[in-house]
């Protein structure tokens, strides 16, 4: 008797012919995709994920879509775009997601199960860590992996620049690995105080860190942070909600009140000071001369005054902050060549006197000039490059505003908020009426599905907000597209596009807030998304109407139409300008 073969299985099975697909040189990531499967690292792959994840957050940037690069994954059937695709699909909105998740149930190819289930690891511990004089923290978030492997996250949080943060990794190690570790190989940590958290207060903590370094113009950047935001936002959803980002903090967070230390008459000299006495305070500070240039006065003036508009005190110099200072805030001051090269010894100035005020522990001093000493060589080489001596002019040029001149420059800076002088010459303070969904000019193909979203939205307004005002906004951002380009609307689920537009008012009106009454995963709850950020499909649908996100994010609104904005943000404008008016 003949022996029976086994039954195919679905792999065995013959499968249709595949269609011709671009050669797989033709997309360069994929031999690095290749190495990365092949890597011990668990999460190497999620983490070239993350940092496209990110760059699709900015596409003006990049000169392509986000829905333009999936695409040509989808194109390519093989094992690194499923790779990609896997680890991207828990990091953009939900209708992309949808999107990728419906090409990944026709691929075959197997994958490690830490990137198949990125978005099911589980938080196991949570902790924090400081050191004495130290304007900053350490924050851990260890996970499990599906696969039984573990990762910590490891971030550290800067409070002299304000509640961001600074940088950020992981690494394949339990937080008791890591901690021993560093106690081998960092000296200092012996003083270090270590606190454990709850896992929804790491989130709560880090969440409103990170959006507080999105807010910047110019956050801070390393290696890996801010490329790994996508993964990390990942991990944090997997943390329970309703945190504290209070809890355990002995660190000045916004809006905390400041503990100045002793008195000293420096102190006062710093805090609240005009213009010609500025060389006295920093005669006082140090014991030293220093050239009597208003430019360098300026410049020490936005270091020691920028912390306290984030709650930080700006002589509690960490090395964080120095180097902080000289890598993202004095290469964007107006200064002249004469001028820049002596910053760096005006932090060391600084830093001998905060030392000396707020009895530092021992070594610290030390530390805080070494971090000044190794950034210097690299301050030097930024600022003398061709693109950085441009800015500086330019910067020198924009704000060579004399007293006269001083009131057309902030009425303008107010008038780009709105698209023009006369438009905001035109501000008035009305409430927004209750006004219906105005389908004119709509196709009437169209027409159900806008009001399907004008439903949601109405019922999401109402809930939430004042019920009028915000729901004629959304009546209106929703008509002004739908009239423009009908087709993006029709794309996708309702509540996605609901949660877009929600995404735009409220943005335009700061109606949410990290700290709350209203967050902004509390509006796209309320709209019917559980997961994922609506962003990139806000992006898209203001790219219909000419703005863009290059233009406005990190809060910098321009060309937004005046009749998007609720009393209370028209209100707000017309105070400044009527106090630019008075000069």
């Known amino acids: ?32 995709v290749r190495r990365a499967l092949r890597s011990d690292d668990p999460w190497a792959v999620a983490m070239m994920a993350s940092g496209i ?51 990944l149930m026709r691929r075959t190819q197997p994958l490690p199960a830490a990137l198949q289930a990125l978005a099911q690891q589980v938080p196991v511990r949570g902790a924090h860590m400081t050191s004495p004089g130290d304007r900053g923290e350490n924050l851990y978030l260890q996970l499990s992996l599906p696969d039984g492997g573990v990762v910590t996250w490891f971030v550290y949080v800067d409070y002299s620049l304000g509640t961001i943060v600074k940088d950020a990794f992981y690494a394949p190690q339990t937080i008791d690995q890591i901690w021993a570790w560093m106690q081998e190989r960092s000296p200092g940590t012996e003083d270090a105080v270590w606190t454990e958290l709850s896992h929804a207060d790491v989130r709560a903590r880090l969440e409103l860190a990170i959006a507080r370094h999105n807010e910047m113009l110019e956050g801070p950047v390393s290696d890996t942070w801010p490329m790994c935001q996508p993964l990390l936002e990942v991990s944090l959803a997997t943390c329970p909600e309703g945190g504290d980002p209070r809890a355990g903090q002995s660190l000045p967070l916004d809006g905390a009140p400041l503990d100045l230390g002793p008195d ?66 004095a290469p964007y001051l107006p200064l002249t060549d004469e001028v820049w090269p002596l910053v760096p010894e005006a932090l060391r100035i600084m830093t001998r006197h905060a030392a000396r005020v707020r009895s530092w522990p021992d070594g610290q001093e030390e530390r805080v000039i070494a971090a000044i000493d190794a950034a210097e060589r690299f301050y030097g080489s930024r600022m003398t490059t061709p693109e950085a001596r ?49 389908l004119t000019g709509v196709p009437e193909a169209a027409r159900d599905r806008v009001t399907a ?30 009239r423009t380009d009908h087709r993006v609307l029709m794309r996708g689920r309702v509540d996605t596009a609901a949660g877009a537009i929600a995404w735009i008012v409220a943005n335009v009106n700061e109606l949410t807030s990290p700290y709350g009454p209203v967050t902004m995963g509390d509006l796209m709850a309320a709209c019917g998304i559980a997961s994922g950020s609506v962003s990139q499909r806000a992006t898209t649908l203001l790219g219909v109407l000419g703005i863009y996100r290059s233009e406005w994010s990190y809060g910098s609104l321009e060309n937004v139409d005046p009749s998007w904005l609720v009393a209370e943000e028209r209100a707000e404008l017309v105070e400044e300008r009527e106090a630019a008016r008075r000069g």
């Open 53 to 103: 994840a990110w760059t699709m957050r900015h596409p003006a940037d990049v000169g392509w879509s986000a829905g333009d690069l999936v695409d040509s994954f989808i194109g390519v059937d093989v094992r690194e775009t499923t790779a990609l695709l896997a680890a991207l699909a828990p990091m953009v909105d939900h209708e992309l997601s949808v999107t990728i998740r419906r090409a």
């Open 453 to 482: 979203i004008a439903a949601v939205l109405d019922t999401v307004m109402e809930d939430l907000f004042d019920g009028v005002e915000a729901r004629t906004a959304c009546r209106r951002v929703l008509a002004a597209i739908a």
């Open 264 to 329: 000293d008459p420096v102190d006062g000299i710093f805090y609240e000071v005009d213009l010609p006495e500025r060389a006295m305070a920093l005669a006082i500070i140090g014991g030293m001369d220093l050239p009597d240039d208003p430019e360098l006065y300026d410049a020490i003036w936005v270091m020691v005054t920028g912390p306290l508009a984030h709650g930080g005190d700006p002589l509690d110099l960490s090395e964080a902050a120095v180097v902080g200072i000289l890598e993202s805030v």
């Open 390 to 438: 441009e800015r500086r002019r330019q910067m020198r040029e924009a704000t060579a505003i004399t007293e006269s001149g001083m009131e057309g420059y902030l009425l303008d800076s107010l008038a780009s908020v709105v698209g023009g002088r006369d438009v905001l010459d035109a501000l008035d303070t009305e409430p927004l009426p209750d006004e219906l969904l105005d």
């Open 1 to 32: 008797m003949a022996r029976r073969r086994p039954p195919r299985t679905p792999q065995q099975r013959p499968q249709p012919r595949a269609k011709a697909q671009p050669p797989v040189d033709d997309l360069p990531l994929l031999p690095e």
